[in-house]
């Protein structure tokens, strides 16, 4: 009688299942990103690498790209809640938001 391959492989199918309920675990208990604390990090002049470093990616992206205006509108949307950065060359320019304090 052989048991050793079954053996590892229903500890391997055992391993990677707890893997995988560890990250998902870990991911929804972390807080959400888009937090008015987040959002005031933001500020003029960043880039868009860093503020998604902070927000993360956003929902939408709205590219206009007229000849002279070069703006992207990044909207970041959370339930009802929806924040608003508008980039012109790349940099922050503005920021909106309807996130509650």
Do not use: W
Not at 27 to 33: D, E, L
Request: hydrophobic content about 35%; aromatic content about 4%.
């Amino acid at each position: 009688m052989r048991h050793g391959p079954d053996k590892k492989h229903a500890r391997l199918v055992g391993l990677l299942s707890l893997m995988t309920l560890l990250a998902f675990a870990s991911s929804s208990c972390s807080p959400p990103r888009l937090r008015q604390a987040n959002v005031d990090e933001v500020s003029e002049g960043m880039s868009k690498k860093q503020v998604e470093s902070i927000l993360g990616p956003p929902t939408t992206i709205d590219a206009k790209d007229a000849l002279s205006l070069k703006k992207t509108n990044y909207i970041y949307q959370q339930g009802a809640e929806t924040v608003t950065i508008i980039f012109k060359d790349d940099k922050v320019q503005t920021k909106s938001s309807t996130l509650s304090r």
